[in-house]
């Protein structure tokens, strides 16, 4: 579409007069990085370049080689340098913009460059690809910002120096955005949380030398081509919608508030106009007002809004004037909500909101929010309200799997508010142990849409007290964003990585973040997984307390077959020794077999690797990697922290005072217990713990204690011995009544272990009969079984210092290229034969 005569400036002038801050680009230098735009997805770091006025401030990425937003912007691929990171309203801090790359922009530019920097009119940016590094094509693309544009006007520049005809795909790339739709030839996408109220439309213009574009454009040989698009940021799509469409047709100002019986503004509406055929949303903003263009014409109107019921109504919007829209919602449906210790302090909890007896449950946001993620709803403090739609709801509290749950019957009546006021008593005792999850992740890592304070929210909710900041190739402090919450003294942090790339993972810890560097001034991931881990080991320095951990081993590859051929080759050479923890923890720690048969997305049967089995395999061979259990969340409801976590010997259990060194070198030492809820204690006669060696002729005994908060049980407890379960040592609520018992603590005893060679020692508490549903619902780990284990106890029998027995559990050492039906006839038959094994 051809821009309007007018031009941008005229076709803004709806918007209210803000105090002329005129428009500048510059670099960003070491003593400027402070002055980079903020937000969920801001990704600008000191020598990259920023373009601002008083409405809007831009990022443009500097011209290095490997210069990316983050990690997934191309995986394993070119760096996008020139392209656009950020675009945020000024001074907002709100950015959710992760690239714009004009035409998928990747790959070396010759460089890029302030044109103007604003003090004689345009401020423009420019980023060049030279002809002779691309075939005979140059390409430029300009980046122009003007004083009272809302936007950025980004030009396309094609000249073919060469003899050939030269093809050019000119779509543009754009994340992490949703709800995207195109209306009426204009790009519009939200923020991945509605309520951060930022949303961006783009879309081509038509002007003097420029064209509107195909997919793939054709430029003959010493022809030049240039085509133009126009992007926005604005608090809603609608309104990115009419300030995209006011700089090529007529628009006016819709302008209107929202409010409910008393009065009061109503901020968390949504006002839903239909568009051609799409529903466009807009927000209204702190003072419950509305403001943004629309182009001349008749629209439908709904405003929506959770607890409350639905208005409809007509907007006509004219030339020469104002459009108004003046809502009266009425009162809202809700939950009011007090969740109390035995103390009666406020505590983090989470909840979930079920309908029951006909009535659906709620939405109350996208999965990955903690105020409002579909059923359940996070809080950090204990005090909030939920808007609900009238009906019948049953209502969970909990907080993590040492504190009781409540569960109540709830009606709420339409315009009225019911209140649950509950107290979780602490049921479990977990003296000298803190709850870690090392692995989880928010948008800092790129391919996670949780932010930063919804992810802190999930874990202290999930009462987890310990958590480094491991976000993907980047060095990140969670401290302030912690402290903003007023959570430092119930979540612990220090700052860590995922080195990541197409490969093994790994994460460290700790480490010291660089302000204003590119990811912090992390690492370079590498494909031979024994130089990341090296590189994360001496990274700034040796340090003793350094916890490196290989996340979601593949086993295989790793450490027996490198090549994948099938046959055992030992993998990468001297890795064995190089990590001290793994992501060896799951619900198949006493499975009979390294395989077991899933499902791939597409339905296909496929054989995939039993790490917990694995993992027993190789103590038998004497290599004492540490289990840990992680989440590895990107997620909230979907996949939230909570349903695997690490329990590590503390001496504090004040969150606020534990020390990250400390946790690492108990770790190191393998003081650790992993569970998705029961809490085991397992110690032999003489106090040693997991980790721990100890000498005994004969029988040694072993102290067990699992405790249980009431919504999780337990009805087995197995002692490995090597890792194989000993069946007079298999103790079951049906064999052996009188072990289990109500109450917290469910199993007490000491049991003998007989013993005539070397051997580790592993305890397996489970409920093979029972679900975490109550505590998680409708996640993923509400289907899951409560299961906990430790890290082994070295017995050395002899007296000659602990030998490993070697055993390998009736299998070879797992290898690639093992057929779905060979694994289901060895499965079914309990191994291979001897001679099969491989």
């Not at 390409?139 to 003899?163: A, F, P």
């Not at 391919?447 to 919804?454: A, Q, T, W």
């Not at 540490?626 to 909230?636: F, K």
Request: with cysteine.
């Amino acid at each position: 579409m051809r821009l309007a005569a007018v031009g941008w400036v005229v076709a803004l002038a709806w918007l209210q007069p803000l105090d002329t801050l005129g428009v500048e680009a510059f670099q960003v230098g070491p003593t400027r990085w402070r002055e980079l735009p903020g937000g969920k997805e801001a990704d600008g770091v000191v020598g990259d370049f920023v373009m601002r006025n008083a409405r809007v401030e831009a990022v443009v990425a500097q011209g290095a080689a490997d210069r990316r937003a983050n990690w997934t912007t191309y995986i394993g691929q070119d760096g996008t340098p020139g392209s656009l990171y950020d675009l945020s309203l000024r001074g907002r801090d709100n950015d959710h913009l992760t690239l714009f790359a004009p035409s998928n922009l990747r790959g070396p530019v010759a460089h890029v460059r302030v044109v103007r920097d604003g003090t004689e009119g345009d401020a423009v940016v420019e980023t060049v690809i030279d002809a002779a590094m691309n075939e005979g094509l140059a390409v430029r693309h300009t980046y122009v910002l003007r004083e009272d544009w809302q936007g950025l006007l980004i030009l396309t520049n094609l000249r073919n120096t060469g003899r050939e005809i030269r093809r050019f795909e000119t779509g543009d790339r754009w994340r992490t955005l949703s709800d995207i739709v195109v209306v009426r030839g204009t790009t519009v996408g939200d923020a991945s949380d509605p309520a951060d109220k930022c949303a961006y439309a783009y879309r081509w213009f038509e002007g003097p030398g420029w064209v509107l574009p195909e997919e793939e454009v054709t430029v003959a040989a010493g022809v030049e081509v240039t085509f133009a698009r126009g992007l926005v940021v604005a608090d809603s799509p609608a309104a990115a919608f009419g300030v995209l469409a006011s700089y090529v047709e007529g628009t006016a100002p819709v302008r209107g508030s929202l409010r409910n019986e008393r009065g009061m503004a109503v901020t968390t509406a949504r006002v839903e106009i239909r568009i051609a055929d799409q529903w466009l949303a807009a927000y209204p903003d702190a003072r419950g007002n509305l403001q943004f263009p629309l182009p001349f014409g008749d629209y439908d109107v709904r405003i929506l809004d959770a607890g409350r019921a639905p208005v409809t109504t007509r907007l006509v919007v004219q030339p020469d004037h104002e459009a108004r829209l003046e809502v009266d919602l009425g009162p809202a449906a809700g939950l009011r909500f007090r969740v109390e210790d035995e103390s009666g302090d406020l505590i983090p909890c989470k909840v979930q909101i079920l309908g029951t007896n006909g009535t659906a449950s709620p939405r109350l946001g996208p999965p990955h929010r903690a105020h409002g993620c579909l059923d359940q709803y996070h809080s950090e403090r204990g005090d909030f309200a939920v808007a609900v739609p009238p009906g019948q709801y049953h209502v969970v509290v909990t907080r993590g799997p040492e504190y009781g749950h409540a569960a109540r019957s709830v009606s709420v009546a339409p315009g009225q508010e019911a209140v649950v006021a509950v107290r979780l008593p602490r049921q479990v005792s977990t003296r000298g142990w803190i709850s870690a999850d090392f692995h989880s992740h928010s948008t800092l890592s790129g391919d996670s849409l949780c932010g930063l304070e919804d992810r802190l929210i999930n874990l202290a909710a999930e009462h987890i007290e310990f958590a480094p900041a491991t976000e993907h190739n980047r060095l990140a402090d969670w401290s302030p964003a912690i402290e903003r919450l007023g959570l430092k003294d119930r979540l612990a942090t220090v700052t860590g990585i995922e080195l990541t790339g197409p490969g093994a993972h790994w994460n460290a810890f700790p480490f010291e973040p660089e302000p204003g560097v590119a990811e912090g001034g992390a690492p370079r991931w590498s494909k031979d997984p024994r130089v990341s881990a090296l590189t994360l080991r001496e990274f700034q320095g040796p340090n003793p307390d350094r916890w490196v951990q290989w996340n979601h081993p593949d086993l295989i590859e790793g450490l027996f077959d490198r090549n994948g051929d099938g046959e055992a080759d030992g993998g990468y050479s001297g890795l064995i020794a190089m990590g001290d923890g793994m992501e060896a923890a799951g619900l198949g720690i006493l499975a009979t077999s390294p395989y077991a048969i899933d499902r791939a997305p597409n339905g296909r049967e496929i054989v995939v690797t039993q790490r917990e089995f694995v993992w027993l395999q190789l103590l038998n061979q004497g290599h004492r990697w540490v289990c840990v259990a992680v989440s590895d969340a990107h997620g909230v409801h979907d996949n939230g922290v909570g349903g695997w976590r690490s329990y590590i010997a503390s001496p504090t259990d004040d969150p606020g005072r534990i020390d990250g060194r400390v946790i690492s070198r108990n770790a190191k030492a393998g003081r650790v217990m992993v569970t998705t809820g029961p809490f085991l204690e397992v110690a032999a006669a003489d106090g040693t713990e997991a980790g721990g060696t100890t000498q005994c002729r004969g029988e040694l005994g072993l102290r067990i204690r699992v405790q249980c908060a009431d919504w999780l049980d337990i009805d087995r407890v197995q002692v490995l011995v090597n890792g194989r379960p000993r069946p007079d040592l298999n103790f079951t609520r049906r064999s052996h009544p009188e072990a289990f018992r109500p109450g917290a603590v469910r199993f007490e005893r000491e049991v003998g272990v007989k013993l005539d060679q070397d051997a580790h020692l592993i305890v397996v508490a489970c409920g093979e009969n029972s679900t975490l549903k109550t505590g998680f619902g409708t996640s993923g780990p509400g289907a899951w079984r409560p299961c906990a284990y430790h890290n082994p106890i070295y017995v050395d029998v002899d007296g000659g210092g602990f030998k490993a027995s070697g055993d390998t559990l009736g299998w070879g050492l797992p290898v690639r290229r093992i057929d779905v039906e060979e694994v289901r006839r060895w499965n079914a038959r309990g191994g291979p034969d001897h001679s099969a094994a491989r």
